[in-house]
């Protein structure tokens, strides 16, 4: 019932390795600009969206986009970005509206359409113009995606993605639906507790109950299978393309994840039991010379590879990005 973060750490490899990632850690560089789209009823919407810029003058090095899961949000990504900045990247995070950095609105959906609606528009305003690497955990997989075969992307990266068919933390998906209608029938604020209860109750880290229901409407309306004509696409871009994904995720079975990969062609593919050794970040960097790109999965891995795994994420931001260098000295 959740794609994106938790309040748990389940073993003392993860506490360990949030430790040693958490030290001298920077503060983010939030920022707030107008973005107008358009809602699901064609009518538009004017919001206040609230980001992080690490670097608003822009970067010559590159720039990531970061899309979080639900609920998540920029925070979801600041071990990565705490080493971007380290490289001179510049990191945009985005928040979609309704997890408590950007307000939600009347009649919000939380579908992909709508949720790319704003993407859109609040990329436009950006006016991108540098190297670019969109970057996603969990739910927000999706709308990386389905970004990148829309703005000129040099590179997507997939952490804990949702596959392409229902999972272990949406079914029966009818049961959903039978929260979303309750909690819809009681005044809200009888609503707002029933549904903040339940999410705490499964551990489940949110603010309060417009969280929790909004977080919850968003996996409802999970794009799955929808979302395979964006993965077809993308095959015919010169964008490359890293996904890593884990054997203990609590969200998805790692065979879902496996299935979705096969429609992911030319990926150089590396599985690991505990660890990744030291010595194959080379290899699998080295994938992307010859290959589209490469897929990992780590066996004792969990949903929060934007954690575990930030050194090899950056790493592979970085090689993308020198790929690119050498293209344009070509």
Known sequence: MIFGRTALLKTTGQIRNFAVASTEMSEPKVHKRLVKF????????????????????????????AFHGSPG??????????????????FIGIN??????????????????????YTNAFLKDLSLTEKVIFLAHSRGCE??????????????????????????????????????YVY??????????MIYRMYHSFGLKVQDGEEAINALRSVIRCGLETTLPFIQKLQKQD?????????RDIIVEEEIIFESLKEYKNLEHFS?????????????????????????FVKKDTHYQNKLRADLVVDVVKKIFSLNDVKNKL
């Open 38 to 65: 358009p809602k699901m009823d064609g009518k538009p919407v004017e919001i206040q969206a609230v980001y992080e810029d690490s670097l608003s003058s822009g970067s010559s090095v590159g720039t990531v986009v």
């Open 73 to 90: 949000s920029h925070k979801d990504f600041k071990f990565i970005r705490q080493k971007l900045d380290d490289m001179g990247v510049r």
């Open 96 to 117: 979609y509206p309704g997890f408590k950095q950007t307000d939600g609105y009347s009649g919000q959906q939380h579908c992909n359409e709508e949720r790319q609606n």
């Open 143 to 180: 709308n990386a995606l389905m970004t990148a075969t829309t703005f000129p992307a040099d590179g997507l990266v997939m952490m804990n993605p949702v596959g392409l068919r229902i999972h272990k933390s949406i079914r029966p998906l009818s049961r959903l639906q039978r929260i979303e």
């Open 184 to 193: 819809d029938l009681l005044p809200k604020f009888l609503a707002d507790a």
């Open 239 to 247: 964008t490359k393309t890293f996904m890593i994904f884990a054997g």
């Open 272 to 296: 690991y039991d505990t660890d990744i050794p030291s010595d194959d970040f080379s290899k699998i960097l080295k994938s992307f010379d010859s290959c589209k790109g490469a897929s990992v």
